[in-house]
């Protein structure tokens, strides 16, 4: 169960030195992207960063990263054995995710790191993350309907609690393709709490040496966000834009329209699309780019699908499917850390596909069954384009599916 609220985690960080300055960052969408572009510039500039991001993808500690490496496994156990002891102690029966921040915290000190870069994990004023100190620059990116029950029921009402993270005289940018209206919210908070807002720009000499057509529409504003706010925090006179460009130019941030390899589970050759779209914004921003990238002539699509429970799973469904489509419904596993997280019963997908226009020939029911349906959806695309989507969670599922098969195949052949 989620209860937000900063008592238990402020309590849990009394002991735990927050030397490091922090960028803070919000949104619906695009949030760990930015997150994961600042981090990427402030290392290469010099500056040693940590970043905390959520959910994890494969281990539970691979959300904290020093100098853009995973901690060491054994950092995160002692730093979360800590945390843990202190929860019980002062009987604060602090969440999991409260557990999870105040352990990052830790490892960030125990690295002595000179700036963290934290996404937020819902909402924003109440969110455990917002207990750090030492903010430099906050970051709102692209906001949309998204976990409603906590946030609001409207755009305005979700916008004002992500503005809940910024701080008087720290600077605020804002995603400028946000509509108006939460335009006018967060300027409306910065007023009354003494700060100001900052469009992400693209006019810059720095982003002029990279090629927008290499980049997403989407993924060049959260660039832009992500540039915006570096040169806010990144106080420094010597230039390091030499060393920043290969770092964006190599980044690659997992489960983000990212192809990949599952021949070690299905034997099938070509790479397959991962994307971690969950809500009806990047559903919608996932199938424009399935329209133009692989089906240019039409082509079919074979979808591997799963959705957390409460998703708006008919909106998603409407921006990502067509009529000759194929799609499998799963069900991922246990979600370590996050116990309040249920995935939606396959079959309710299965009924937003057929209400979506796929015929039933065309669906499949797999359950909790993820290698099955990936074996389906190859069988069924026979070679065309096969597209994971729907949730980080079910991403987080096929990368640890894959890893295992990897490793076991390295066993046989040794």
């Given at each position: 169960?989620?209860?937000?609220?900063?008592?238990?985690?402020?309590?849990?960080?009394?002991?735990?030195?927050?030397?490091?300055?922090?960028?803070?960052?919000?949104?619906?969408?695009?949030?760990?992207?930015?997150?994961?572009?600042?981090?990427?510039?402030?290392?290469?500039?010099?500056?040693?960063?940590?970043?905390?991001?959520?959910?994890?993808?494969?281990?539970?500690?691979?959300?904290?990263?020093?100098?853009?490496?995973?901690?060491?496994?054994?950092?995160?156990?002692?730093?979360?054995?800590?945390?843990?002891?202190?929860?019980?102690?002062?009987?604060?029966?602090?969440?999991?995710?409260?557990?999870?921040?105040?352990?990052?915290?830790?490892?960030?000190?125990?690295?002595?790191i000179?700036?963290?870069?934290?996404?937020?994990?819902?909402?924003?004023?109440?969110?455990?993350?917002?207990?750090?100190e030492?903010?430099?620059?906050?970051?709102?990116?692209?906001?949309g309907?998204?976990?409603?029950?906590?946030?609001?029921?409207?755009?305005?009402?979700?916008?004002?609690?992500?503005?809940?993270?910024?701080?008087?005289?720290?600077?605020?940018?804002?995603?400028?393709?946000?509509?108006?209206?939460?335009?006018?919210?967060?300027?409306?908070?910065?007023?009354?709490?003494?700060?100001?807002?900052?469009?992400?720009?693209?006019?810059?000499?720095?982003?002029?040496?990279?090629?927008?057509?290499?980049?997403?529409?989407?993924?060049?504003?959260?660039?832009?966000?992500?540039?915006t706010?570096?040169?806010?925090?990144?106080?420094?006179?010597?230039?390091?834009?030499?060393?920043?460009?290969p770092?964006?130019?190599?980044?690659?941030?997992?489960?983000?329209?990212?192809?990949?390899?599952?021949?070690?589970?299905?034997?099938?050759?070509?790479?397959?699309?991962?994307?971690?779209?969950?809500?009806?914004?990047?559903?919608t921003?996932?199938?424009?780019?399935?329209?133009?990238?692989?089906?240019?002539?039409?082509?079919?699509?074979?979808?591997?699908?799963?959705?957390?429970?409460?998703?708006?799973?008919?909106?998603?469904?409407?921006?990502l499917?067509?009529?000759?489509?194929?799609?499998?419904?799963?069900?991922?596993?246990?979600?370590?850390?996050?116990?309040?997280?249920?995935?939606?019963?396959?079959?309710?997908?299965?009924?937003?596909?057929?209400?979506?226009?796929?015929?039933?020939?065309?669906?499949?029911?797999?359950?909790?069954?993820?290698?099955?349906?990936?074996?389906?959806?190859?069988?069924?695309?026979?070679?065309?384009?096969?597209?994971?989507?729907g949730?980080?969670?079910l991403?987080s599922?096929?990368?640890?599916?894959?890893?295992?098969?990897?490793?076991?195949?390295?066993?046989?052949?040794?």
């Open positions: 169960m989620i209860e937000l609220g900063l008592t238990r985690i402020s309590r849990l960080l009394k002991y735990t030195p927050q030397t490091w300055k922090a960028i803070h960052v919000a949104g619906t969408n695009g949030k760990g992207s930015i997150c994961a572009y600042l981090s990427a510039m402030l290392s290469a500039a010099g500056v040693r960063t940590g970043r905390f991001t959520s959910p994890h993808l494969i281990d539970r500690y691979d959300c904290i990263t020093v100098q853009e490496r995973t901690i060491e496994e054994s950092v995160f156990e002692a730093a979360k054995k800590l945390v843990d002891d202190r929860n019980k102690q002062d009987n604060l029966k602090a969440s999991e995710f409260e557990l999870l921040t105040a352990t990052a915290f830790d490892c960030f000190d125990r690295h002595k000179d700036m963290g870069v934290i996404e937020v994990g819902l909402g924003g004023r109440l969110d455990a993350t917002n207990a750090v030492n903010k430099v620059v906050t970051v709102i990116s692209k906001i309907l998204d976990h409603q029950g906590f946030l609001g029921n409207t755009i305005e009402e979700i916008a004002l609690q992500k503005a809940g993270i910024m701080r008087p005289g720290v600077p605020c940018v804002l995603d400028k393709t946000n509509p108006a209206s939460v335009r006018n919210v967060v300027e409306e908070h910065a007023r009354k709490i003494g700060t100001e807002v900052i469009l992400s720009s693209t006019e810059s000499s720095f982003l002029d040496q990279l090629r927008e057509a290499d980049f997403q529409p989407h993924q060049w504003q959260n660039l832009a966000c992500a540039h706010a570096f040169h806010l925090a990144y106080t420094n006179s010597q230039s390091p834009l030499h060393r920043i460009l770092a964006l130019e190599n980044l690659h941030w997992p489960g983000r329209l990212q192809t990949l390899d599952i021949r070690a589970v299905t034997g099938r050759s070509q790479p397959v699309l991962l994307d971690g779209a969950h809500n009806v914004q990047s559903a921003v996932l199938g424009s780019y399935v329209d133009a990238k692989l089906r240019p002539k039409g082509n079919k699509v074979a979808w591997v699908l799963a959705a957390s429970q409460g998703k708006e799973i008919d909106g998603i469904l409407k921006h499917l067509q009529a000759n489509d194929c799609v499998a419904a799963v069900e991922f596993g246990p979600v370590d850390g996050m116990p309040w997280v249920e995935a939606m019963a396959s079959e309710d997908i299965l009924a937003s596909a057929a209400a979506a226009g796929v015929p039933a020939a065309q669906l499949y029911k797999a359950g909790a069954d993820i290698s099955t349906a990936l074996r389906w959806a190859v069988a069924v695309a026979d070679g065309g384009p096969v597209v994971i989507a949730s980080l969670y991403i599922d096929v990368l640890r599916l894959l890893r295992n098969a990897e490793r076991l195949t390295k066993q046989l052949l040794n």
